[in-house]
């Protein structure tokens, strides 16, 4: 018996030795591909050049967003003038309200030309006007993961201690965290609340006022604003004091403890749509749990939510999802659609803009959590319509229709910044196993 056991033991270790050989002469193909594909290096080029225009989200949108300042910053802070982006970041900060609320962003007066009916102003930056489209509850959070990668990427913890109107920015941050807790909080679930929209969307399904909270309104949970609040609160556990730093990371704890209770079903290995609190939007017959929110489940594996297992089988799922729909890359945003006879008025037809369109902002996020959890090969393959289309438009499009057809912003730095991130992933890994 013990000299069963030996052999075995030495059988095992060979498989294991054998495997590893084949594994690293893959890694070493795959990383000279990464290495040697120009089309990455172009677009990587192309994202980098793009990133030395400033900082609106777009060539239609001449504002300054937070919630897509978030996911380029890292890119711009090597690419221009890091006190400028300095002095971009501490600019939202005078347009908190009293409750600690953030805004989406803020443009020069001359700027504000959309005919917006609720816009802010602030007595400590009068030349500028404040905006906010007051269905979502992702502001708050993205502007602390902005601040927590420009902190990172630049050393500047400096900015932390800055007074803007008379509050220090980390005292800020931590007051907008108490408006979404204080104001957007379900004691019942311990999650946030927002208005009911299209996965990450700011757009809510009962059309309506579109972008603002109005008697249309039935409030939900979804999972796209309670990862990023969980992301949030791992970033504010790194920015903190030392006194402050168990209560940020018993936040995230238990947020993600509570998604992963109430969001996610564990049978469909996938994420329910919403939770209502009063009521759905929707008629009875409508399931709408059968929608799968491909968007809010890239970032509920940044946050940490899900397992490697569970990563997988989710990427599986959206491959046949885009698959089933013919939708050009994995940046398409949810599938099936919503049916139009369930919709508002003037709210988007199936696979159109939120409503199912194909966004690079997103399917870039899934392809760094790929890479970051070892599908590398995977994130490869599953890139290259993304970056492909960058060149054949000649620009990063903001989203794209079922056919191919790019739509929105020519310029979106979102989609420049999510795929420019993954490629410096791609070159590190390539790099780690050439």
Same mark, same amino acid.
């Given at each position: 018996m013990h000299k069963q056991m030996k052999l075995s033991l030495f059988i095992f270790s060979g498989l294991m030795f054998i495997f590893s050989a084949d594994q690293s002469r893959e890694n070493k193909i795959l990383a000279e591909k990464i290495l040697t594909d120009t089309t990455i290096s172009k677009v990587d080029g192309m994202a980098r050049n793009l990133m030395k225009k400033g900082f609106y989200a777009g060539s239609g949108y001449q504002m300054v967003w937070s919630r897509d300042l978030n996911t380029f910053i890292e890119l711009s802070c090597e690419e221009y003038d890091n006190s400028v982006i300095r002095e971009n970041l501490l600019m939202f900060f005078h347009f908190q309200q009293e409750n600690g609320e953030m805004l989406d962003g803020y443009v020069r007066k001359e700027g504000f030309t959309w005919g917006d009916p609720?816009?802010?102003?602030?007595?400590? &930056?009068?030349?500028?006007?404040?905006?906010?489209?007051?269905?979502?509850?992702?502001?708050? %959070?993205? $502007? +602390?993961?902005?601040i927590y990668k420009y902190v990172d990427k630049t050393g500047d913890t400096d900015i932390l201690n800055e007074t803007v109107a008379g509050n220090t920015v980390y005292n800020r941050l931590k007051g907008s965290v108490d408006f979404l807790l204080d104001e957007r909080y379900s004691g019942k679930y311990g999650l946030i609340i927002g208005a009911t929209t299209f996965d990450w969307g700011d757009i809510q399904v009962e059309g309506g006022a579109i972008v603002d909270v109005d008697e249309l309104t039935h409030w939900s949970i979804d999972v796209y604003d309670?990862?990023?609040?969980?992301?949030?609160?791992?970033?504010? &556990?790194?920015?903190?004091?030392?006194?402050?730093?168990?209560?940020?990371?018993?936040?995230? %704890?238990? $947020? +993600?403890?509570?998604?992963?209770?109430?969001?996610?079903?564990?049978?469909?290995?996938?994420f329910i749509?919403?939770?209502?609190?009063?009521?759905?939007?929707?008629?009875?017959?409508?399931?709408?749990?059968?929608?799968?929110?491909?968007?809010?489940?890239?970032?509920?594996i940044e946050a940490g939510v899900l397992s490697r297992d569970e990563i997988a089988k989710v990427a599986q799922q959206m491959k046949k999802n885009v698959e089933l729909a013919g939708a050009p890359s994995i940046g398409l945003t949810l599938y099936p659609a919503y049916p139009s006879n369930v919709l508002g008025e003037n709210v988007s037809a199936p696979y159109e803009y939120q409503n199912g369109g194909d966004w690079t902002w997103f399917g870039g996020r899934m392809i760094q959590q790929l890479i970051k959890h070892g599908f590398v090969e995977e994130a490869y393959e599953l890139s290259q319509p993304m970056l492909e289309r960058v060149i054949e438009n000649d620009g990063f499009y903001e989203w794209y229709r079922m056919d191919g057809t790019p739509a929105g912003s020519a310029e979106f730095k979102g989609s420049a910044g999510v795929l420019g991130k993954a490629i410096q992933m791609f070159n590190q890994w390539a790099n780690e196993n050439k």
């Amino acid at each position: 018996m013990h000299k069963q056991m030996k052999l075995s033991l030495f059988i095992f270790s060979g498989l294991m030795f054998i495997f590893s050989a084949d594994q690293s002469r893959e890694n070493k193909i795959l990383a000279e591909k990464i290495l040697t594909d120009t089309t990455i290096s172009k677009v990587d080029g192309m994202a980098r050049n793009l990133m030395k225009k400033g900082f609106y989200a777009g060539s239609g949108y001449q504002m300054v967003w937070s919630r897509d300042l978030n996911t380029f910053i890292e890119l711009s802070c090597e690419e221009y003038d890091n006190s400028v982006i300095r002095e971009n970041l501490l600019m939202f900060f005078h347009f908190q309200q009293e409750n600690g609320e953030m805004l989406d962003g803020y443009v020069r007066k001359e700027g504000f030309t959309w005919g917006d009916p609720h816009p802010y102003e602030s007595a400590t &930056a009068p030349n500028h006007i404040g905006f906010k489209n007051t269905v979502e509850s992702d502001q708050e %959070t993205s $502007l +602390i993961q902005a601040i927590y990668k420009y902190v990172d990427k630049t050393g500047d913890t400096d900015i932390l201690n800055e007074t803007v109107a008379g509050n220090t920015v980390y005292n800020r941050l931590k007051g907008s965290v108490d408006f979404l807790l204080d104001e957007r909080y379900s004691g019942k679930y311990g999650l946030i609340i927002g208005a009911t929209t299209f996965d990450w969307g700011d757009i809510q399904v009962e059309g309506g006022a579109i972008v603002d909270v109005d008697e249309l309104t039935h409030w939900s949970i979804d999972v796209y604003d309670n990862a990023m609040l969980a992301i949030a609160a791992q970033n504010m &556990a790194e920015l903190s004091p030392e006194e402050d730093k168990e209560y940020w990371k018993g936040l995230n %704890t238990q $947020l +993600i403890i509570n998604i992963r209770k109430h969001l996610w079903d564990g049978d469909s290995q996938k994420f329910i749509p919403h939770i209502y609190i009063d009521g759905s939007p929707f008629p009875d017959d409508f399931d709408e749990n059968e929608i799968h929110y491909h968007g809010g489940t890239a970032v509920a594996i940044e946050a940490g939510v899900l397992s490697r297992d569970e990563i997988a089988k989710v990427a599986q799922q959206m491959k046949k999802n885009v698959e089933l729909a013919g939708a050009p890359s994995i940046g398409l945003t949810l599938y099936p659609a919503y049916p139009s006879n369930v919709l508002g008025e003037n709210v988007s037809a199936p696979y159109e803009y939120q409503n199912g369109g194909d966004w690079t902002w997103f399917g870039g996020r899934m392809i760094q959590q790929l890479i970051k959890h070892g599908f590398v090969e995977e994130a490869y393959e599953l890139s290259q319509p993304m970056l492909e289309r960058v060149i054949e438009n000649d620009g990063f499009y903001e989203w794209y229709r079922m056919d191919g057809t790019p739509a929105g912003s020519a310029e979106f730095k979102g989609s420049a910044g999510v795929l420019g991130k993954a490629i410096q992933m791609f070159n590190q890994w390539a790099n780690e196993n050439k």
